[in-house]
């Protein structure tokens, strides 16, 4: 059975930083495909990042590029997503998600973690 | 960017009834289409990837349809569990985009 399970989340100020951890189990984790995806309170589903199953390619919105980086440790099974200068609407749950495929055309989410609740705030 | 729009955004539906909700890509995304459902604090769960392919252990009730601009979701006979805010989302194009949501709701 595929398992996420995320952690990091917290009140940070704004201009702070944070890095959210989401460990994987349940399937070959190299063999996918990973991201991130948030939502603020009460909105709708917005893709923040995407890593390929080795973790050569990685892309993101112009939301959140340049200031968050998502990587993998495929000897920890567990992916992260460095966030920087941080932003009150970057207030959100974070969701780790594996992906349907390992590379283009299967970037699809296809299993999700709980989230996680990231409050940026003075 | 790929700016997804969803019809309707509510969907009032009694319990046994046909539900067709809609989405529509500002260019072609040919196949590359997802919906997911997601109720109150929980994550969403994918339904329907490839525009037309049921993901594991979803309904034979669901099915998908669309290619190009405009896609389908139709749940044939709605059962109290399928009342949720369902999203699409297409990965065909960078960034990758969901439309707004349609809640389908009890009538």
């Known amino acids: 059975e595929v398992q996420l399970v995320e952690s990091g989340g917290g009140l940070v100020q704004p201009g702070g930083s944070l890095r959210l951890s989401c460990a994987a189990s349940?399937?070959?984790?190299?063999?996918?495909?990973m991201s991130w995806v948030r939502q603020a309170p009460g909105k709708g589903l917005e893709w923040v990042s995407v890593?390929?199953?080795?973790?050569?390619?990685?892309n993101y919105p112009d939301s959140v590029k340049g200031r968050f980086t998502i990587s993998r440790d495929t000897s920890k099974n567990t992916l992260y997503l460095e966030m920087n200068s941080l932003r009150d609407e970057d207030t959100a749950v974070y969701y780790c998600?594996?992906?349907?495929?390992?590379?283009?055309?299967?970037?699809?989410?296809?299993?999700w973690g709980q989230g996680t609740l990231v409050t940026v705030s003075s | 960017e790929v700016v997804m729009t969803q019809s309707p955004a509510t969907l009032s539906v009694s319990p046994g009834e046909r539900a067709t909700l809609s989405c529509r890509a500002s260019?072609?995304?040919?196949?590359?289409l997802g919906w997911y459902q997601q109720k109150p604090g929980q994550a969403p769960r994918l339904v329907i990837h490839?525009?037309?392919t049921r993901a594991t252990g979803i309904p034979a009730r669901f099915s998908g349809s669309g290619s190009g601009t405009e896609f389908t979701l139709t749940i044939s006979s709605l059962q109290s569990e399928d009342f949720a805010v369902y999203y699409c989302?297409?990965?065909?194009?960078?960034?990758?985009?969901f439309g707004g949501g349609t809640k389908v709701e009890m009538k």
């Open positions: 998600a594996k992906c349907l495929g390992v590379s283009s055309g299967g970037y699809a989410p296809d299993h």
């Open positions: 349940g399937f070959s984790f190299s063999d996918y495909a």
């Open positions: 890593i390929s199953g080795f973790g050569t390619y990685t």
């Open positions: 260019q072609s995304i040919k196949s590359n």
């Open positions: 490839g525009a037309s």
């Open positions: 989302h297409q990965y065909n194009n960078w960034p990758l985009t």
